[in-house]
């Protein structure tokens, strides 16, 4: 079982490029988020979904667009990368049973906009 | 607004000494989790407190206790790994689980 499936592992952008983080699970999960994490920060949740069609904003969603057309994905978007971008991403996915909701993360995106 | 602290930024003990990382937590203190991050890797579940015994075991040895009157979620081990050294983060389920508040985390450093 595959989990939470991130790509790329790596990734380096110029200020002004755009790109697509993937996020893929084979869980069947209703929800998926995505967070960063910085330095002394913890991570921060940046956008979630709750079903496929459905996305809102977490705690720090400017510069950054999502998308849920299936169960299985949940791209992140950045349409024109900053420096304040770079950052390591996560993406979680979780199913809610009996009122219990346990996210499982994926392996992160390492990401440097120069 | 819920928050999570986690006081210790480093915390260094010797292989086979005992361990606790503290976390406290503002209102709306449930679900609690913590995780654990080795270097270069994503985040594992340790353990996870949603209602009942304030006792909660999780994987690799560790265990939390849930104190409301404190406030406190920390995490303890009676006997460190050298294998151990990772960071740790606790989090909290914002209006829900799905949607989780981190803090900051702290570093376990083991020494031999």
């Known amino acids: 079982n595959a989990g939470v499936t991130q790509t790329p592992k790596f990734q380096v952008l110029k200020t002004g490029q755009s790109m697509t983080l993937q996020c893929a699970q084979d869980?069947?999960?209703?929800?998926m988020s995505w967070y960063r994490q910085d330095p002394g920060m913890g991570l921060r949740l940046i956008h979630y979904s709750v079903g496929a069609g459905i996305t809102d904003q977490g705690e720090v969603p400017n510069g950054y667009n999502v998308s849920r057309s299936t169960t299985e994905d949940f791209p992140l978007r950045l349409l024109s990368a900053a420096p304040s971008q770079t950052s390591v991403y996560f993406c979680?996915?979780?199913?809610?049973?009996?009122?219990?909701?346990?996210?499982?993360f994926g392996a992160g995106t390492r990401l440097s906009v120069l | 607004a819920q928050s999570v602290t986690q006081p210790d930024i480093h915390i260094t003990v010797s292989e086979g000494a005992s361990l606790e990382l503290r976390c406290n937590y503002s209102?709306?203190?449930?679900?609690l989790f913590w995780y654990v991050q080795s270097p270069g890797q994503g985040l594992q579940l340790l353990l996870k407190y949603f209602s009942g015994d304030t006792l909660v075991q999780g994987i690799k040895g560790f265990e939390a206790e849930f104190k409301r009157s404190q406030s406190s979620f920390n995490l303890r081990k009676p006997s460190v790994h050298w294998s151990d050294a990772a960071e740790y983060f606790c989090?909290?389920?914002?209006?829900?689980?799905?949607?989780?508040?981190f803090g900051s985390g702290t570093r376990l450093l083991v020494r031999p």
């Open positions: 989090a909290v389920g914002a209006s829900s689980s799905y949607k989780l508040i």
């Open positions: 979680a996915s979780s199913l809610d049973r009996d009122g219990k909701n346990i996210q499982y």
């Open positions: 209102y709306g203190a449930t679900p």
């Open positions: 869980m069947n999960h209703e929800y």
